[in-house]
């Protein structure tokens, strides 16, 4: 089993590395827009970011963080995501939405880090590198992943379309797709369980160097 399942990514991989491919370079331009953007922030719009941050190192430091409220909002979070993935690759639209999908993740990720970065330097990189690095070595690959399938099952049912196939091969693709995807996600929720109960942890270290 263990073996069929490692030729199929094989395979899987290989037969779409160009839509990969895609994906991962909508990600990089979704963090360098992210990063560069804050360069066109006011200085009542850094003010504010920068109380945000002041707000919620004194909330980690303090210990007030509340893991099971956290996990939840990020599971909600994160289904979210796979959700509009996964229903947007059933119908054609996928193809230009869901890059669009990524291309937002890529630049929150860009802005946080690149904020934090300009604004408190050296201890903004380590704060960035241990509060979103944990759970995004999870929730990337596993975004990255869906959004690919997404794309492949529209571009897929594109050709079906043309080939009209039956109602049992659609229906049999669309359980394939749905049971792919939701093994995916059983990734991206390992990142929400980091993302809760680990990450925390190194951000109240890091937070007593910062503050």
Known sequence: MQHKLKNWLY??????????????????IGIIIGAVSIRILDSDQKGQVISFFNSFFKLISN???????????????????????????????GIPIIP????????????????????????????ALFSILPQNLFVIPGIISISSIGMVNSLNNIRRKRLQSTYNHKLTNFINYSVIIFIFSIIIMIGSLVEAYITPIFMRLITDYIY
Do not use: Q
């Open 63 to 93: 210990d007030e963080v509340d893991s099971f409220l956290l996990l939840k909002e990020s599971i909600l979070n994160n289904l979210k995501t796979i959700f509009l993935i996964w229903i947007t690759g059933i119908i054609i639209i």
């Open 11 to 28: 395979r899987h991989f290989k037969d779409n590395f160009l839509v990969y491919f895609t994906i991962i370079v909508f990600l990089i």
């Open 100 to 127: 669009i999908i990524i291309l937002l993740r890529g630049f929150a990720i860009g802005f946080t880090v690149g904020f934090l970065v300009n604004e408190f330097g050296i201890k903004g990189l380590l704060f």
